[in-house]
């Protein structure tokens, strides 16, 4: 063989076989996932993403939208983005609801209750941005490395991350789970930050750093709480039901009252609770609850280990 | 100065001098090399970007690939796809077998060796797609978060990692290391699980949440193994030779056998073997072997840290 | 409500009260802000996502600008990106001063300043070539998994991350702290490594993995130090000031001395020393200077704790 | 005002007032067609741009397709291009045909008729391959300046604009004269050269230079027909009914037989028949039949002109 | 020289001497225009394609902008365009007036003028629409092969170059020519009609097919007139000063009364007056007045010329 | 069948059937161009449009290249823009002569015969620059609405039209007639403009208008001279061998020498010669040569017609 072989496009890859083999692959696939026709369709990741940078780009159109707005044109932005991207959310939303409704066998068309979902999700979107607005202003506050509010909205990753979170969560809460989730995922992938969009979240929530944190579905965040990178809310352990399956959706993660603030790496595991105000120092590791107004350090929870402490 | 002197361009950057210092360092740094003339060309991470996103079409073409495709036209487009990405690819292996020829000074043609890395890896390409659905299967039986198998494939960066590491894989035992790292760090850009493409993964993999982690090169891993955000699978020690210089490429990396569950932040370092079954605990820090069904928590490991154990 | 409908587009979204509320919102965070006009401009990501990558370009033309370049053609590739950064950047300098200048209602052009630091930051570009090929030169002696120099640059985030430092750092040190840390964070999406651009580091400064590592804007880092993932030089408290707001800019990280390891997981914290040629353990919490030469682990962090050690 | 004023953004176009004017001007205008209500989509010029560009690639896939195509990827390439087109063209045709039922205040479904033309334009498709393989073979055959009938394919207008028209023609005749027109239309914009799509050319037609050419809706071409720029098969005049209205469709453009030249520039008019293996000169206005085997040129039609020849 | 020779890239352009030579023919084409230092930049002809784009969708937000728009988001749309496009206008008459004025060697600033010329030209787009709507009107009516007259507004090349052409008058009035006429290009390059954005031209214009036409600077047309392909309404000759040099600006072109047609490859020139109602035949070449309802053809206007015609 | 059936995506359009006819097709085209094998690639239309854009802004930068080069960069955008260009041209001159080595049978590498034509191409691009400057001069003072050189470089299509064509011709000349071609098939397209690559121009040549123009392979064209739109300097007739084949290459268009004036519409046929200084008035049919000095007219061409004149 040679290369002037090569040039010609004489690679022989076998396209025919491996196509063959790949079809056999999916088509086992599908039917192992008792669907044995056609898989349904699925939303679509890189339409998400263009829906939230819309998104964005609506609530704060000076900082997240265009750089050249002016007065005289910031509504008609404002107007003209929202339309173009509910529309395309009411159809990511479809295509959860009929992806569900077919693995369900449910018949009928589930564009109504998109549309419902879709309509919701648009009359809260002011409530975002009044509860961003929040989270910008903790931040400000509780980091000395930041200038002004303005700073903490275009760089701070944590600011994505919330932003992301307090849209997929009215998304999950009316019904669109997978496509809140998606969006979960989204931040995640950016900023390292991994919000479960079930959580619930108070005002004025702020993640310093934030690779590396982990909030789980049910867990439930209070006001005026901080969290600093590598901060684990987690589960302790999943409860299986008598055939050895995972049961799903019951609460399991920490609840975390006001004004508590937990360093870097602090891992806190199953359905506790941190009382108001805690400070939760960092690489801490807890699994049971705290009254307000603890201090809770590294010290303090081995020598309680130590003391006759039960294991995890 | 004025403001309308910067309009018409006069910025005065001194580009020639600093288009001369810019060569003279490149021209140093070749020969601090032992590269006197110019340097070879390295593949490049924007093409292999494509390569994966194809990848990912062929193996999963109605999740990953096109939305609309529909029965009639998916094996044409998977087809197409694959075709036009192995000749991709094949130029990619070649940039790094040319590159490594020339580090040796060796001489002659590389394309026939690229072109049979490159037909043996689409050889493999069924098998990879077996292997990843095993993998979905496990996250979402292991996930009580996870709604569906196609909720998993869409939505976990523990699957997106895992289908770059098993692709990357196989092009690193094929002789691509190179580009088999390239694959793998556009994996860990993306997700922060960070895993060497020499790393032996077993079938039903299943990473959660996932930033953080890190699996060494030598890490040998059995199936059904389950593992969370922020563990390591490291080397405890490098080893240099008589001149100082690392040893490279000896096992120095965990082996974590079937069945075994590894929690968030534990770290498991040097050639040691978790037996099969074990659970290893949140937090961890682990530097020697253990039996098959150990349960290891924070405790057991300080427990015995402080009865005499050896540091690290 | 019928599916035909929708396809007419009738799905009265609501999209002029919404449009209402949302600027409604914007004119109250303006007036929260003491900014009672219309917002001035900030930086773009957008546009700085573009300048680094011609700075690397730049810098690196072989590996990291195009990848068919020659040696006739090297030269004015070099100079016609660098020009055409150089002005993009001049113009994001000007958007930080002119926003700052409005802040403190200050007047008077801010062009002048903005020319004369993108001129200086020209200046130093050699001296980034320089740091980044003793970077480069540490990773591959450092790393028993590096096959080449060449590799280590296109492949290592923790080499994404000290570009991106580098180049942040002098224009923080010049008066752009804003545009500084937009690039910060760009590398910081990208790698999951958080450097604040106010940190001062060494040459020959090696990341391995690097995901959830975090160096804060007061830490001060010595020649020939390694850090691994995970690794924090963080502030221990925040001081306020008599009216309980964050005092800012106060030295309050670490100082790493030269020659200087530090493993993965250890987070060392407040303006302590780590003196000269020390290693710090894996997951080792350091709130206090060690001497030169110091090895320090979990284990003598820990008995150190129980002989009475202080509380963090 | 200042320049500096104008920086900030405040240029009082008076967006309002125009958005308001530009309204109800819409409004009037779809009263005035009555259509009250919204008016119904049209065809959009740019997926058909984009189905054109397709379609050529399916003909002539090393030609027009990808450059790197090979003999292992080339159908599935084919099978993929196509399938993505016709579910365009189907939704293009679909468009067409609710629009002009929503003109005719029809209901009910046009998928079922749209899907009918689509499926009959994809069966005829290997019919045009045959016949532009027939006009590319005239148009080597008929220039001089042609080196290989690869060239005539890749360079010549009337090559792209008798693809189009065939393509066209299709449309028109299955009942889809809207995207034909504007499918003719993008070749009239590429090439000068206008030919309605419902005029019928036989096999082996060539058009050289072809700027300028017209050819009408009703013209009639036979087989091996060659024709040069600025030729126009015209209408002489426009019937009126009754109320003065035009009466539309009735036959009013020439009849070209087999073999027959049409020199450059000559004007053809009215429902003539140009008989078989003629040659009309440059220039020539013509306006009555001619037998077969005639030979006009201007000079012959001036001599009858003025020999007592019935006016224009 | 061998091909891997080539791979290797060591083409030898000798680019360091072309670059060179290049740039001293661009030194002396300054000199030569008196221009001895830098050139004055001049509107880009790719913005004002976007412009152009902008503004037939603000005129025609359902058929030349968005597919999807609806009812809610109509608005929006046209308003936000605008905005963006009319800013974008104002920065390319800024660049005209800057050329000009640099021509002539004036100072002080331009930008007010061209502020003052985009708002005016924002004022006068209703009155746009209003015409356009008239010449559709007039193409549907004109047309027996036209079927709505939104089928003309999509397909019709003469529409476009209408658009183009009054949207371009109003700015050659305004004081922006160069603007205007590179906006009569963009029409003149996609259609093949040649309009000068100086002539004046009435309510309910025609231009069927469309090649080869041009109409002159100081053409006056009155309403309802009809052209075809082809058709010139150019000047006679030019007159030169007493130093040879071009008069330019005088009334050269013919002036076209109301209800004129004027059929294919007709020829008008000179500043002579076609009378209001007449008819001129196809290829017709007319170079004096004629009085209304006149009906010119070949005919007629050769024996005129053969009965004593002088010459032309 | 219903509309949900669609959405799932089941058209049935025969793909299978329609791919296998098409290459079918496919193959028969190829034995019947005694390429029994697969079809050598053409140079492709889409780089060589990249390319001529790119030839512009070499020439031109400050028109024609980037809007925002300054005095420092200018050099540094010419040499790299050349540098790529010059590298994508040898590339698809490479294709060309590959081609043509194949339909003969030759074999051997066209590498360095392709370089040697692009290192030449190279050679004369600062005289293609002299004589474009020489031809806007000639537009600016040949047509009285020309304001200024830089409105006809980025106004006129015959400027356009000319630069295509005077880089076409050097490599027509050099012996890449197909790429030349090509090229010119380009400006004819945006233009209307059709000159053949082998057309022989002098300096100063001026278009105005343009449209319908068509200059033939073997024409002959002084300096200084100017033409309209729509005429043709064309062949009389073709010459045929005794075969019946047309006889390619031989001398068949006319020679126009120096300060000839041609108006609108002029046809001009033959090796005929047009005198130096000599006017050819508006739609003037000439097939025979003048003497220097002339001046043609349709009344005196006609006259002569009928004063025994033969036919055409």
Same mark, same amino acid.
């Given at each position: 063989?040679?290369?002037?072989?090569?040039?010609?496009?004489?690679?022989?890859? *076998?396209?025919?076989?491996?196509?063959?083999?790949?079809?056999?692959? $999916?088509?086992?696939?599908?039917?192992?996932?008792? $669907?044995?026709?056609?898989?349904?369709?699925?939303?679509?990741?890189?339409?998400?993403?263009?829906?939230?940078?819309?998104?964005?780009?609506?609530?704060?159109?000076?900082? /997240?939208?265009?750089?050249?707005?002016?007065?005289? &044109?910031?509504?008609?932005?404002?107007?003209?983005?929202?339309?173009?991207?509910?529309?395309?959310?009411?159809?990511?939303?479809?295509?959860? !609801?009929? =992806?569900?409704?077919?693995?369900? &066998?449910?018949?009928?068309?589930?564009?109504?209750?998109?549309?419902?979902?879709?309509?919701? =999700?648009?009359?809260? /979107?002011? #409530?975002?941005?009044?509860?961003?607005?929040?989270?910008?202003?903790? +931040? =400000?506050?509780?980091?000395? +490395?930041?200038?002004?509010?303005?700073?903490?909205?275009?760089?701070?990753?944590?600011? #994505?991350?919330?932003?992301?979170?307090?849209?997929?969560?009215?998304?999950?809460? /009316? &019904?669109?789970?997978?496509?809140?989730?998606?969006?979960?995922?989204?931040?995640?992938?950016?900023?390292?930050?991994?919000?479960?969009?079930?959580?619930?979240?108070?005002?004025? =929530?702020?993640?310093?750093?934030?690779? @590396?944190?982990?909030?789980?579905?049910?867990?439930?965040? *209070?006001?005026?709480?901080?969290?600093?990178?590598?901060?684990?809310?987690?589960?302790? $352990?999943?409860?299986?039901?008598?055939?050895?399956?995972?049961?799903?959706?019951?609460?399991?993660?920490?609840?975390?009252?006001?004004?508590?603030?937990?360093?870097?790496?602090?891992?806190?595991?199953?359905?506790?609770?941190?009382?108001?105000?805690?400070?939760? @120092?960092?690489?801490?590791?807890?699994?049971?609850?705290?009254?307000?107004?603890?201090?809770?350090?590294?010290?303090?929870?081995?020598?309680? !280990?130590?003391?006759?402490?039960?294991?995890?």
């Amino acid at each position: 063989m040679t290369d002037s072989h090569l040039e010609n496009g004489n690679f022989d890859w *076998g396209i025919d076989g491996l196509v063959a083999q790949l079809r056999e692959l $999916r088509v086992q696939s599908l039917e192992t996932r008792s $669907r044995r026709d056609k898989p349904p369709k699925l939303p679509s990741r890189k339409e998400l993403q263009t829906i939230l940078d819309g998104l964005g780009a609506v609530l704060f159109p000076n900082r /997240l939208g265009l750089p050249d707005l002016n007065d005289e &044109g910031i509504d008609y932005f404002v107007g003209h983005t929202l339309e173009t991207l509910l529309r395309k959310l009411y159809k990511q939303i479809s295509r959860e !609801l009929q =992806f569900v409704a077919e693995q369900h &066998g449910l018949e009928g068309s589930v564009h109504g209750q998109a549309l419902a979902i879709a309509r919701q =999700f648009a009359v809260e /979107l002011p #409530t975002v941005r009044i509860l961003v607005d929040s989270d910008i202003q903790a +931040a =400000f506050e509780g980091d000395p +490395a930041a200038r002004s509010p303005d700073e903490v909205l275009v760089c701070y990753p944590g600011i #994505t991350a919330i932003i992301h979170h307090r849209l997929a969560h009215i998304l999950y809460r /009316l &019904g669109a789970p997978l496509v809140a989730r998606m969006i979960s995922e989204l931040a995640h992938s950016s900023t390292g930050i991994d919000i479960h969009p079930g959580a619930q979240i108070g005002e004025s =929530f702020f993640i310093d750093h934030g690779t @590396g944190v982990v909030i789980g579905e049910t867990a439930v965040i *209070g006001k005026h709480v901080r969290v600093y990178q590598a901060v684990t809310l987690g589960a302790k $352990r999943f409860l299986k039901d008598d055939n050895g399956m995972l049961v799903k959706g019951n609460a399991r993660h920490p609840i975390v009252e006001d004004d508590v603030v937990i360093y870097a790496g602090a891992t806190i595991l199953g359905r506790i609770t941190i009382g108001q105000g805690s400070t939760i @120092g960092g690489n801490v590791w807890l699994t049971h609850s705290v009254p307000p107004g603890s201090s809770i350090n590294q010290a303090s929870v081995r020598s309680e !280990l130590f003391q006759g402490g039960a294991g995890i």
